[in-house]
């Protein structure tokens, strides 16, 4: 065996270990990223969720207020129309009574 033949071998052994060794950090060091950018990814959706759902609140309380306003309008409607129906009487009375 020639001494060349055992340098190219060995020289060959160490390529493939390296190249293996930087292959395995490389796909860890990308993992980490990976994870990284889907953490900040879900953050965003979560924030956007939180807005949402606060946006859903103001919505649900300005419509409870609109319906409070709502009620009370009609409750005011009624008494109008009651005090009308009266006058109206009154104003009969007093025409029927000329």
Do not use: P, W
């Not at 860890?28 to 609140?57: H, M, P």
């Amino acid at each position: 065996m020639d001494i060349f033949t055992v340098v190219a071998s060995v020289i060959g052994f160490i390529g493939t270990v390296c190249a293996i060794v930087f292959g395995y950090i490389a796909f860890s060091r990308n993992k980490k990223r990976d994870e990284c950018s889907e953490a900040k990814q879900d953050g965003v959706v979560l924030t956007e969720l939180g807005y949402i759902k606060s946006g859903v609140d103001d919505i649900k309380r300005k419509q409870d207020k609109q319906e409070q306003q709502h009620i009370e309008v009609v409750t005011r409607l009624s008494a109008v129309e009651e005090s009308t129906k009266q006058a109206h009487h009154r104003i009969d009375e007093l025409k029927s009574k000329n």
